[in-house]
C-alpha cells in the first residue's frame, strides 16, 4: 500500500515539509471553523432585522473550514505513510475545496460592495418591526438594545423614528455621554407636539447595518481568498510527493 522504494534526501525533506504544511493546515480549519461561527453567531443575533444575508456565507466557511481540517489530515497520513491514493484523494478533495471557497469569495466580496434591494427592503422592515414591537417582545427589545449600544446608532434613519413609529421615547440604548465622540450629539426629537433634545446617537441604525453586514462579507471574502492559496500550494506539493513516491517505487522495481 505505501512506498516501497527509497525517496532520496531532496524527496524525504520535502516530505517532512509537506507534513508540517498539513498540520499548519488543519490548525487553519480550525481558525475557519472557530472564524466562521463567530460571523453566524454575530448573523444569527441580528437576523431579526438582517435576515440570513451574512449567515450564508458563514455557514459555507465553517463547512470549508471541516474539508480542510479533514483533508489536512488525509494529507498528513499519506506523506507520512507514503500512500499515494490518499494523496490523490488529497489533491482531488482540495481542489474541490478551492472551487467552494473562490465561488463563496466572489459572492462575499460582490455582497460587501452591492447590498441588493431585497436586502435593504428586509433591513428597513426588520428594523420597523423590532422598533415598532420594543415594548412588546423581549427579543425584539434585547437586541435593538444590543445592537444601538455596540454600533452606536439610534432608531431606522435617526432617533425621530422612535416617537414615529412606537410613540415613545428614546430607550436607554440610544443615549450617550461624550458628547462629540464618534455618533454622540445633541438630538432633539418631537413627542406629542412637545420638542426634546437629548444627549444620543445621531446615526441611524439601517446605515450601521449595512456596514455590519458589509465587513462580515469582506472579512469571509478575504478569508476565502487566503485559504484558497494556501490550498492551491497545497495541491502543487501533494502532485510533487506522489510523482516522487511513483518515482521511488518505479526505482526499486527495477533494481
Given amino acids: 500500500m505505501g512506498g516501497t522504494g527509497s525517496l532520496g534526501t531532496c524527496a524525504n525533506i520535502f516530505r ?12 487553519l480549519g480550525l481558525v475557519a471553523i472557530g472564524f466562521g461561527s463567530y460571523s453566524l453567531v454575530e448573523s444569527e443575533t441580528y437576523s431579526f432585522v438582517t435576515g440570513n444575508n451574512a ?14 481540517f479533514l483533508v489536512g489530515g488525509i494529507g498528513t497520513l499519506g506523506a507520512i505513510f507514503r500512500w499515494r491514493p490518499l494523496l490523490i484523494i488529497y489533491a482531488v478533495i482540495w481542489t474541490v475545496a478551492v472551487l467552494i471557497e473562490v465561488a463563496g469569495a466572489i459572492a462575499s466580496f460582490y455582497y460587501s460592495a452591492n447590498v441588493t434591494d431585497g436586502a435593504k427592503e428586509q433591513y428597513r422592515r426588520g428594523w420597523t418591526e423590532a422598533i415598532e414591537e420594543y415594548d412588546e417582545k423581549e427579543e425584539a427589545k434585547n437586541i435593538v438594545d444590543l445592537f444601538q449600544s455596540r454600533y452606536d446608532c439610534c432608531g431606522l434613519d435617526s432617533a425621530q423614528d422612535w416617537p414615529d413609529f412606537a410613540n415613545s421615547s428614546l430607550p436607554m440604548s440610544c443615549l450617550c455621554n461624550n458628547i462629540g465622540t464618534g455618533n454622540c450629539a445633541y438630538v432633539t426629537i418631537v413627542l406629542e407636539g412637545n420638542s426634546t433634545t437629548l444627549a444620543a446617537y445621531d446615526e441611524g441604525c439601517y446605515d450601521a447595518t449595512v456596514r455590519f453586514i458589509q465587513r462580515i462579507q469582506l472579512a469571509l471574502g478575504i478569508t476565502g481568498i487566503v485559504l484558497a492559496i494556501f490550498e492551491v500550494l497545497g495541491i502543487i506539493v501533494a502532485i510533487g510527493l506522489c510523482c516522487c ?4 517505487r518505479g526505482s526499486y522495481e527495477v533494481v
Avoid: D, Q, S
Fill in 16 to 27: 517532512v515539509l509537506f507534513v508540517f504544511a498539513n498540520i499548519i493546515y488543519m490548525c
Fill in 55 to 68: 449567515a450564508n456565507g458563514a455557514a459555507v466557511l465553517i463547512t470549508v473550514g471541516c474539508i480542510i
Fill in 245 to 248: 513516491i511513483t518515482n521511488a
